[in-house]
């Protein structure tokens, strides 16, 4: 019987980084997905009535990003002590900046509005953050491929899920980035990521 | 000061800056407090990390940025993170929560349009802050200690101080709500303001300028 059960929807969203940080770490634990129509039954039996939760030795823990680092603590996926936890930190909320600005844009309904919020974006907003992401990477990554202290930790999985979504959108969008190229292809590659990569369930979101 | 103490650098503003400061005053160790206001903010710009603030800078020169990153590493540092992971965890599930609602006040607070701001401030009043008020109650009841005032467990975290910041903030901040609210968060505020720790501190610190 696995410690820890992880409750979504049936997609990736804002779960699969931890899912991500699960398959790293070569841990079990239930992966609990409920589809859309049976939420309400269960909305009740959540903290704050959302999702992502985890539960955890019959504690239950919501919020995406505190979830997936107390899971990266546990594995030793945050960093090797306090300092480079902190540097983790910083490159994760630098990610979430971002994707705090890409978020809103791709739910809005009115497909030709949409189209131009996403353009702008790509023009305006994006090249910043992903020029902050190369910075951090290079001040913090002791020329390697991972963004802190020489080996993968959860912001380099949080950026590979972050960045399948930019991708979505353009094919091209690290093309001036070699750091975050590199990165990029590092995870993919170590063993336990790529093996849960080609065995994930395919999903709309 | 004492040799090269750590430096904090941010806008003589309370906004992101102050639970950093606050945490610092509850460690009690020295530190730089760099404050600066917009005016000279394109002189520091080019020497923060990545052009924005707060910064920590630590004795060494290294710089983290991100307000959150740097809170959470002085609260580590100062023995307000939680006794063990877990604690860390719902700590931080707290936080993420505070910042559900303060993340849509501040932007809002510095909007220009005045219609935009005006609509989205009544939003927040009606709409998120009771959904705060009930997600705090439901987070504390599951994570505070027996007999206990404080959010997490039994002793005073950097939950309570980024709480009690981002409270003070949205009552100063956001109209109307000093009047329908302040009663209500009083009981988040009390642990902080009767740490002795930070009595000095919440004495001696500037009033609101702003925000």
Redesign the interface.
């Known amino acids: 019987m696995s410690n820890y059960k992880l409750y979504y929807f049936a997609g990736r969203g804002r779960a699969e980084v931890s899912r991500l940080i699960f398959a790293a770490a070569g841990q079990q634990y239930e992966d609990i997905r409920y589809e859309h129509s049976d939420w309400p039954a269960h909305k009740q039996e959540m903290?704050?009535g959302q999702m992502p939760v985890l539960e955890?030795?019959k504690?239950?823990?919501?919020?995406s990003?505190?979830?997936a680092?107390?899971l990266a603590?546990?594995f030793n996926l945050a960093g090797k002590d306090?300092?480079e936890?902190?540097?983790v930190?910083?490159v994760?909320?630098?990610i979430a900046d971002l994707m705090?600005k890409l978020s809103p844009l791709m739910f809005d309904k009115d497909e030709a509005r949409k189209q131009q919020a996403i353009k702008t974006f790509q023009e305006e907003e994006l090249p910043k953050h992903l020029q902050?992401l190369e910075?951090?990477a290079e001040?913090y990554g002791q020329n390697g491929a991972f963004f802190v202290g020489g080996s993968l930790t959860w912001a380099d999985l949080l950026f590979y899920e972050m960045n399948s979504h930019l991708l979505k959108i353009d094919p091209n969008v690290l093309q001036k980035y070699a750091r975050l190229t590199k990165n990029r292809q590092e995870v993919e590659k170590q063993p336990k990521v790529s093996d849960y990569l080609k065995s994930r369930p395919e999903t709309p979101f | 000061m004492a040799k090269n103490d750590i430096t904090f650098y941010y806008f003589d503003l309370r906004a992101r800056g102050e639970i950093s400061r606050l945490i610092l005053a509850c460690g009690g160790k020295n530190y730089k407090d760099i404050r600066f206001n917009f005016e000279q903010w394109p002189e520091y710009k080019p020497k923060m990390?990545?052009g924005q603030c707060p910064v920590l800078e630590?004795e060494n020169g290294?710089q983290?940025?991100?307000s959150?990153?740097?809170a959470?590493?002085l609260a580590?540092?100062n023995n307000l993170a939680g006794k063990n992971?877990?604690e860390?965890?719902?700590i931080?599930?707290v936080?993420?929560?505070q910042l559900d609602t303060y993340?849509k006040f501040l932007p809002q607070f510095f909007e220009e349009d005045e219609t935009k701001k005006k609509e989205e401030m009544e939003k927040l009043l009606s709409v998120n802050m009771p959904i705060l008020v009930e997600?705090l109650q439901?987070?504390r009841q599951?994570y505070s200690g027996k007999n206990s005032k404080y959010f997490v467990g039994d002793s005073l975290t950097w939950a309570d101080l980024f709480v009690f910041d981002s409270i003070q903030q949205l009552l100063h901040g956001l109209p109307g709500a000093k009047e329908k609210y302040a009663d209500q968060f009083k009981e988040y505020l009390d642990p902080v303001t009767s740490d002795a720790r930070l009595k000095e501190y919440l004495k001696s610190r500037p009033d609101f300028k702003v925000i």
């Open positions: 903290p704050l955890f030795n504690t239950k823990i919501p919020q990003l505190s979830i680092r107390f603590k546990q306090n300092l936890q902190a540097k930190d910083a994760v909320d630098t705090r902050n910075k951090l001040l | 990390i990545l630590l290294l983290l940025p991100q959150l990153a740097v959470r590493y580590r540092e992971n877990l860390s965890a719902q931080d599930a936080i993420d929560t993340n997600n439901k987070l599951a």
